[in-house]
């Protein structure tokens, strides 16, 4: 039966000590750094199939102990389980789904209520992509699936929604352009650098702009590179990465091959200035700093129109000047057509980023403004306070940055999760695990115990608060119960979810794993095999429906079957990824503690032959 737990049970959680499941994140390893753990560090659980990061914070500041959580797309040949990622204020994993190679990873109010937002398709067309931007709820739903307009392919470089509740997007097109001014050919072709702004619940498009119309292709820093002869092979002269749409209808637009951001007439789409490149149009009072950006991404207007920000990546990696990038904070009058550095944003560690990044302000509780710079292609993220101070500096992958590990942009937000799904949870021994993908207001996790699969009445056994991503419980020694759930519980004691009910034997050299159904009712085997066993008699037909319902009740009821056993002992957590093998004296460079705590010991973590399954 199901029962409500109270405040007193919150109170009796927080005297109970506390047991870590999740590692957490490594803090100033130069293990890490060298690749000791493999080029992407990960997380294994005992409750779930789900991996997550390992990060190393390199610096650290309470400062950025803010609440929000942080939002990476992590993809690249070495990212085994690519996929949007959101993480807590403390580096654990919050949720994750296995889509792929994925970017952009937002979170966007649309009409009153909070999405996540990404891009997902095939990101292997000539530095850009191909594919659809997807928006889930709260419940991590898949509301909205936006397709570009016109019969065009939606680029992964820019999904972005603007204070008219609409969606910019960019687009690669190709088409036919004269080349001879460049040394092409007449009959040429180029990827022209396109964006529309559409109607999300419709898909209607409302405006669309090309930079062919535009612009000159001599106004370009990159040059053909021995394309544009062929439609199979067209020359990428403007490659557009980000749109800005500002209160007065226009819009910013960052070209990367241009070293230029433009304002274009939200009307007509006629270029109303430009800001760097070779037809800068400000006077720079910071003495070129404001204007000498290159190769730049994720443009957009802050402070009213007043102030820009955008990630300087002042390199294109091999045959072009490898410079550091920085975050840039401009000052801009559009009056008299200046510009200046309000703030530079520079890595303790330079780091040279030839592609992707971002630049976020964020506010901080005393209103002050703190910046956080994504290095893209570099596993990189850094927390500024606005003056350019350092406060937190923190690697997701190892340093050394060759593409491998990276995430388009990385990006703070407020975020609260109400998963559909059911908590999972694992027993071995005298410890329980529990963890539920998504669910962000779980404070505190209850364990009960039963002596039946469909028991009238459970026993309270235990209650610790919510640890990372996993939380191990400890099973009370005089126990007599022989099956176990837990139940996540919120600030105030009421339950948000349960577990399945899995039966419990201390003295077993198998752990159980009751995981939530990800099976919907469109795809019951029920239905199917009443399908395909159609023409036969009905008495056979409900002869087998009912064995497979009992099978079905028995399981949910957490009765152990081979869906809720994992063979095998809990094994000690693969913190190298199977490719290093560290000996003494290279593990004195392994740091382990979570900014000062202690790592937990004797918790060992589980084979896990499950194979992941899209939602």
């Not at 060759?402 to 995430?407: C, F, L, P, V, Y």
């Amino acid at each position: 039966m199901t029962i409500m737990l109270n405040g007193v049970l919150i109170l009796l959680a927080l005297v109970i000590t506390h047991v870590q499941a999740d590692y957490g994140p490594y803090f100033q390893s130069a293990a890490y750094d060298e690749g000791k753990f493999g080029e992407w560090p990960t997380e294994t659980y005992r409750s779930s199939p789900i991996i997550g990061p390992a990060l190393n914070y390199l610096q650290y500041s309470d400062e950025c102990k803010d609440g929000l959580y942080t939002f990476i797309a992590p993809r690249g040949n070495k990212v085994a389980n690519p996929g949007p990622m959101i993480l807590d204020q403390d580096g654990h994993l919050v949720w994750t789904k296995l889509y792929g190679q994925s970017y952009n990873l937002n979170v966007y109010t649309f009409k009153g209520q909070d999405y996540l937002t990404f891009w997902m398709g095939n990101d292997g067309v000539g530095g850009h992509g191909e594919g659809a931007y997807y928006m889930l709820d709260s419940s991590y739903r898949e509301v909205y699936k936006i397709n570009a307009a016109n019969h065009l392919p939606g680029d992964l470089h820019e999904f972005h929604i603007t204070q008219d509740d609409t969606a910019l997007i960019t687009i690669y097109d190709v088409i036919p352009a004269d080349l001879t001014v460049v040394g092409g050919l007449e009959e040429g072709w180029i990827w022209d650098g396109t964006f529309q702004e559409l109607d999300i619940e419709t898909g209607k498009t409302l405006f669309q702009w090309r930079a062919s119309e535009h612009f000159n292709f001599t106004d370009m820093y990159r040059d053909r590179e021995g394309n544009g002869d062929s439609d199979v092979h067209p020359w990428d002269f403007f490659h557009i990465n980000s749109v800005d749409k500002d209160a007065k209808g226009n819009y910013l637009i960052s070209s990367r091959y241009a070293s230029c951001l433009i304002y274009i007439d939200g009307r007509t789409g006629d270029i109303i200035w430009r800001l760097g490149g070779k037809n800068n149009d400000f006077t720079d009072l910071s003495d070129g700093a404001a204007t000498n950006f290159a190769w730049q991404h994720h443009a957009r207007f802050r402070d009213n129109g007043t102030a820009i920000t955008v990630f300087d990546n002042a390199s294109r990696g091999a045959g072009a000047p490898e410079l550091p990038s920085r975050g840039l904070y401009l000052d801009i009058n559009q009056e008299n057509m200046t510009v200046k550095v309000r703030h530079e944003y520079w890595n303790p560690d330079p780091i040279s980023s030839q592609s992707q990044g971002s630049v976020q302000l964020l506010a901080s509780n005393d209103e002050s403004t703190k910046v956080l710079v994504g290095y893209g292609h570099i596993p990189t993220w850094t927390e500024y306070a606005s003056d350019g101070t350092v406060l937190c500096n923190t690697h997701f992958g190892a340093a050394s940055g060759d593409g491998n590990i990276m995430s388009y942009r990385v990006l703070k937000h407020p975020w609260t999760g109400h998963p559909t799904t059911s908590p999972d949870i694992s027993v071995y021994h005298y410890t329980a695990a529990a963890s539920w993908n998504g669910a962000t207001e779980v404070v505190t996790w209850a364990l009960e115990g039963a002596d039946s699969p469909n028991p009238m009445a459970y026993t309270f056994l235990a209650a610790v608060p919510k640890s990372g991503f996993e939380t191990l419980i400890p099973i009370p020694a005089d126990t007599e119960s022989t099956y176990i759930r837990a139940h996540g519980l919120n600030s105030t004691g009421h339950i948000l979810g349960t577990t399945k009910l899995v039966r419990w034997d201390p003295e077993s050299v198998e752990a159980v794993v009751g995981r939530h159904d990800e099976e919907s009712a469109g795809d019951s085997p029920v239905r199917s095999l009443l399908f395909f066993f159609g023409g036969f008699a009905s008495a056979m037909v409900l002869a087998f429906a009912s064995w497979f319902i009992y099978r079905r009740v028995k399981l949910r009821a957490g009765a152990q079957s081979p869906e809720d056993k994992e063979r095998g002992t809990w094994q000690p957590l693969d913190r190298f990824n199977g490719d290093e093998s560290l000996s003494e004296g290279e593990m004195d460079d392994v740091e382990f503690a979570l900014l000062g705590g202690e790592r937990s010991e004797g918790f060992p973590g589980e084979d896990d032959d499950d194979t992941w399954e899209r939602k």
